[in-house]
């Protein structure tokens, strides 16, 4: 069973950053594109950042391209997503999850974190 925490959440003020880490347990995570997806309060899961296993192929939502960067390292099961510039807009619960593929879309993922709360303050 594959298991994933995410931490590094936090209060933060706007215009300020945050890195979140995704911890895998288990061999799948190096196998297995990584995503990452938020959810404000009253609103639907939301694509964040995609990467392959690879670390060759990447995706972002169009929210928060050019301020948001995703990687991992595959040697020691995590995952990251660097999140810079930060604005109120981007406050949620962010989850990682894990798929055979990347993709966008929520169901085409397997394994989920229990998430972390990012705040950002105006």
């Known amino acids: 069973q594959v298991q994933l925490v995410e931490s590094g959440g936090g209060l933060v003020q706007a215009g300020g950053s945050l890195r979140l880490s995704c911890a895998a347990s288990g061999r799948t995570f190096s196998t297995s594109a990584m995503g990452w997806f938020r959810q404000a309060p009253g609103k639907e899961h939301e694509f964040v950042a995609g990467i392959s296993w690879t670390g060759g192929t990447i995706d972002y939502a169009t929210s928060v391209k050019g301020r948001f960067t995703i990687s991992r390292d595959n040697g020691k099961n995590t995952g990251f997503l660097q999140m810079n510039s930060l604005k109120s807009e981007d406050t949620a619960v962010y989850y990682c999850?894990?798929?055979?593929?990347?993709?966008?879309?929520?169901?085409?993922?397997?394994?989920w974190g229990q998430g972390t709360q990012v705040t950002v303050s105006s």
């Open positions: 999850a894990l798929s055979n593929l990347l993709s966008r879309w929520r169901h085409e993922y397997t394994y």
